[in-house]
């Protein structure tokens, strides 16, 4: 009997923290430098990055892996990420291998028998809630991640601050959406991102985006951003699909009027009203995107 959490320590913590090692002293760290940010020994660090440790051929090769090892890398490095961020990034990866991705069939090969099993209990289940919302959680803080490195994204955040969503799949409620807890605001021309995300801390900017998927809109994230027509044009240079709601209506029949009219819309925007702000909502697959489309403004 093995669990799939022996794979974790012995297939996938060496094979992990050797690239990462690695992909850190490859950015001049030195052996001490990523020992305390791995939280490791020296002589741990000089065994990983010397290739003295057993490494699964499969988990080298995997390109979700290298783009994690690369993405954690870069931010510990730069300092734009602390490990404990990394640290969840990490755990996030894990659960998805072991739902349904490599570490489950790892498992499988390891215990064929979990691969005929047929009762009600899914040890792998990759379509799992639980999967889904870490998937989104990690997106978005992947998308924030984004925003923060983005310079001059503070001068895109309006009045009332931005806030960065995402639903689940079949999200249609407040608390099938991901977002940071009040609102990223510019802090002396900073984007400053007070928590981390969670579902059902965001009111509008979800509800914007569940107005839209209401209305047919196939979109799973959204972005507010300042208005002006300057960006309004900007995103119409760029490709995007625009089209402006009535906002002294219903937020709901407001965007669906609007969408019924643009239903390939990606950009949906108001220019304002008695005491409301004018916002472009940027729509799109997932939060990584929306932000990638907001530092293209730049």
Known sequence: MRFVEEIVVEEFLPTFRSMLAESLRDRDLTQSEVADLLGISQSAVSKYVHGDVERNDALLSHRGLNELVERLAEGLADGD???????????????????????????????????????????????????????????????????????????????????????????????????????????KGRATI????????????????????????????????????????????????????????????????????SPDADVIYQTGGMGIEPVVYLLGDDAVTVAEWARDLL
């Open 81 to 187: 990420m602390s490990p404990v961020q990394a640290l969840v990034e990490a755990e996030v990866f894990i659960r998805e291998l072991e739902q349904g991705g490599l570490l489950a069939s790892l498992h499988e090969d390891a215990v064929p028998e979990l691969a005929e099993y047929g009762g009600e209990f899914s040890v792998h289940d990759p379509d799992s809630k639980l999967r889904a919302a870490e998937r989104t959680l990690s997106t978005v803080r992947q998308g924030l991640r984004v925003l923060e490195n983005t310079s001059g994204f503070a001068t895109l955040i309006p009045a009332v601050g931005s806030n960065l969503v995402q639903a689940l799949p079949d999200g249609d409620a407040i608390e099938d959406v991901a977002a940071v807890p009040g609102r990223v605001l510019d802090v």
């Open 194 to 261: 007070p928590a981390e995300p969670e579902f059902g801390v965001s009111e509008h900017v979800a509800t914007v985006l569940l107005a839209a998927r209401a209305a047919g809109s196939d979109a799973r994230a959204a972005l507010n951003v300042r208005y002006d027509d300057a960006v309004v044009a900007a995103l119409e240079e760029a490709g995007h699909t625009t089209v402006e709601f009535d906002a002294e209506e219903a937020l709901e029949p407001a965007i669906a009027e609007a969408l019924a009219d």
